[in-house]
């Protein structure tokens, strides 16, 4: 019982693997620990502003369901922050955006009914970015709030990062779960394109949003993806071999700050040393001019996907979302079929290129996090492997000179999902050794 | 001023690209070619029950605004019919699910909103089976009301074919498009995968799931199909070479009927006699057995798709949908992605097969509707293409034994959606002479 002997507060910080077996052991009570969960927020919101929709009280109810219920699946009892991008049955669902203020939706998006499902407790709406592009919400860095925590899935990586909920669920469409993971120093783990379904999510560009989620280490993120993708193997990462990685300056190296150089020379030597084939690598050089190309595939696709907002609300658009559709409705889809021939090309040439590594290990970001008045950063070093449905996940392992969050992100091979995570976690165990419960 | 003329029940007789046309030099007013559709409405509805919610006073608003207004866009004063599994702010949105017998959505899907900006006044919201699978609705064939309309998009087939609107938007999952343009005799066509973006669509299976429409000609599909791909080149439908067509029975030859047969005899004969090259063909056996996986990659996205209506509203749902999420359930994340594996296979040969043909000609159902208390058919004939993500145009040009329509599917290469349809254009003018105004 060393566990109820804790004081409330640290049950928070508590992994969610280990929180699962203590529940699933009924040592530990959803209850006790979503009101943990629920201190911290109290104790913390006002200066993260990581929640776009909290009720506590509708959350306690169901936590005592599950308490009174047999165990329903990998996540009972576990609470989740769910970004507001995601329709939810029985919290508001705004989309970071003002024309969506009173909007409440009938249905859950089928990841939160799939977590729901699986025993996950909503503790509530994470902060989007609107429509989960680029015009900032509120959240602040949770390591210093004079930064940005990134986006577009900003309060689901900063609930993560400040002990708020051990899981996340967010999305990406150019850099939105990498890039936050990075600035606020969390594994972020981004699938391979198509592998969750997305009923109840509002897309933006339909042949580049992928679900994935954020935690504290990477079996955590894997369970929570097990979930998403309804597939157990993603909870068996063990893996023994030594992992032969891809380091990848990437065709954007000039971006870097002097943090994630000093990470990527770090991660060089410190995984050579433990036995990895470490290999600096370059990619053709075709694919590194598809950053454009994923620019303008989205912008095609969300000038689409927002008329509605686009033409009946355009005052409640920011300007530059505005400019950016605007931009997007001036590309011909002659250009855009131009583009997917270039992806398609691109995609088959680095799936054979992958065969030659296990992984490729790059930067997920320009460095530590920008001054929050600044913006949410830019997706530069994430577009093409999103474009290529990569599955990516942020290894957070090194702290830069503002003292933020730095690290780089394992890239896998389109569908080689649980190889990535199980390397990923190899690697990070490497890289910062000893992290864990 | 020949057209005013007519008699008000004539206008809703008029092709789409006619219409449009007189209403662009206004020589017909938005409001009179509505309220001519409003008539045959009117007078057909309770026969053929195409309609799952109409507002007469709120499309008449709306096309009296186009009327004073300049010309919009290519659908300027076009009545279409939508399909409801599409969101729409202004008229229930109900998925053919007692589930959301009271859903208002607060949004328009993007491609109702992008024939809206092109000038479409939304006649209704036409019937869809149950989440676009395969429990009916009430809709019966307009030929005949003994028999079924076909599924899922069995509403805007049957409006298009009962000249109550001269467009409407469809969905294709399975053969959710072309199985009911084959049983009521219109010109259904399903793009490519891809090309439409979903947001506002009740997905069921995010791989598979495809935006099309139906009219009365192919000229009228393609208007129809230009602004939900925003691609104007669909517009330019011209072809004078002689295609190369491959005749393809498919591995289901023994599930077709006399009537299918016949036409088929009938077009290879007719069309080659019009100097067409006509090659009888097989596909790679492999690609054959992708029915079964078309199948079971539908069961395995659709389980975690409803998954809110499955584990909150299961009461709600019909026995045979209950028992196909169950079964999709069981399908493992390994065998979905063993599946996907043969189906880019699959796709890939496919492609370098497609290269021999300009298009394929098959069959787009076994034979004439069955009758309407046996269900809204098979999709069987549709799944390997859907699959491929291969265009498709259902050319209506044959009538069977019991009266009621019969044609064949012409399907081109992925991508390859213009000349898809210039040739579907060049097969219907050979097949069906002297139609259209």
Redesign the interface.
Known sequence: MGVQQKKTIELNRLSATRAAQLLARRELSAEQLLRACFARIEQREGAVRAWAALDKELALTRARELDRASTQGVLHGLPIGVKDIFAT?DLPTRYGSPI?EN?QP?????V???C??AGAVVAGKTVTTEFATFQPGPTRNPHNQAYSPGGSSSGSAAAVADHMVPLALGTQTAGSIIRPAAYCGVVGYKPSF?R?????L??????LDTIGGFARSVDDVALLASVL?????LRELDYDAKPRIGMYRTSQWRHTDHATRDAYAQAASVLSRAGAQVDEVELPPVLCSLVQVHADIMG??MA?????????HRAGLSSSLQALLDAGSQI???EH?AN??RVEEGRQRAHSWFEQYDVVLAPSASGEAPFFDQGTGDPLFCRVWTLFGAPCVHLPFYTGPQGLPVGLQVVGRS?DDRRTLAIARWLLNVLRPGEGD
Chains 1, 2 share one sequence.
């Not at 509002?202 to 042949?207: L, N, P, R």
């Not at 993708?229 to 193997?233: G, I, L, S, Y």
Request: glycine share 6%; charged share 35%.
């Open positions: 049955s969506y909007h009938s249905m859950d998006a089928a939160v009914a799939l729901r499902e198509g969750s379904q997305r009923a109840g509002k897309t933006i560009a339909d042949s993708m309804r597939d157990r193997e095609f696709e689409q996907s927002l008329t509605f907002e686009r033409t009946r011909t889809a002659e079929r997917l021939v569908g």
